[in-house]
């Protein structure tokens, strides 16, 4: 049987983020367990913008607006169900994962689809911008919503609840997010290799093509937008749960540019990119972390190295001609 290299790597990180978490919760370090959950819910959020980077070549560095919104999502409805208030037009708040996630998904995408119908009618650097005012004007808004902690953020006091999971175990609620982040790795290797997959990537290479075979490019990419701020936003209200607080940061152009980091890291494009880039940049942020407060300048060192040397990032570097197992 033909394996190839890339194939064997991904097999290799799958296997790590099911035994490394599992071995740190056997021996009592639930630290390691919650890094690993870091990690997978970076990814899944990565996975959302390499759907739109690696294969519609669109630069967004709004996509933290997704991610906060569904982190907000999260810790909004939480709230209210904990203080038993309601919500905008009388509807009850909750802390049902699966109720949470269907609304940051739904309102991820509709926030997408508002802003792509602006922001896909530029390109280059025009459609960067245009994306990064546009999660600038939602940080702002957070800031200044004192109902919901305005910059000092919105505390989750319990962790939502996940039908038949004790989500209060770490272990578990990782294995959640682990889930999640397969069945989206999934769908884009599915949404990849379909017609709607080679008509993103044809967008990418020649608009002017695309149209002559009767394909509008302005509504792939619009589509391709929605479902990326979908993903990004499910990403977010499971960070919001992790981490039981959810505040303006998660809307911080910073974040965007983590993302951007974790893809240019792990490989543009490729199926496992985003994980092997939250891997590395979660490791990176807590072994350097702990040794100097300018971890960052090495992390852009290794950055620039990919950059110059290995262009399909730390996947693109191990794959290579296939090999026989």
Known sequence: MTISRETAFNALLIVLLIAVPYGASAMGEPFYVTLATRMVILALAAVGLNFLLG???????????????????????????????????????????????????????LAALAIGLISL???????????????????????SWPAYGGEDGLSIYVRNAFPGVNTLNGLHFFYV???????????????????????????????QRLSAVGIAPFRVKLAAFAISGMITGLAGALFADLNRFVSPSMLSWHLSGELIVLIILGGTGRLFGPVAGAI??????????????????????????VVLFARGGIVGLVAGKARHG
């Open 177 to 207: 997010c682990l889930a999640l982040l397969a069945a989206v790795l999934v769908l884009f290797s599915v949404l990849r290799n379909s017609r709607f997959g080679a008509a993103l990537q044809a967008a990418r290479q020649n608009e």
């Open 121 to 143: 009618r530029t390109t280059g650097v025009y459609f960067i911008m245009i994306t990064l005012a546009f999660a600038q004007m939602i940080y702002y808004f957070a800031i």
């Open 280 to 305: 590395v940049y979660v490791l990176f942020e807590f072994y350097l972390g702990g040794v100097t407060e300018r971890w960052q300048f090495f992390l852009g060192l290794i950055l620039l190295a």
């Open 55 to 109: 294969l519609g070549g669109l630069v967004s560095f709004g996509h933290a607006a997704f991610f906060g919104i569904g982190g907000y999502v999260a810790g909004i409805a939480a709230t209210h169900a904990f203080n038993n208030t309601p919500l905008l037009f009388g509807l009850p708040g909750t802390n049902q994962m699966l109720i949470i996630w269907l609304v940051a998904v739904l309102l991820g995408g």
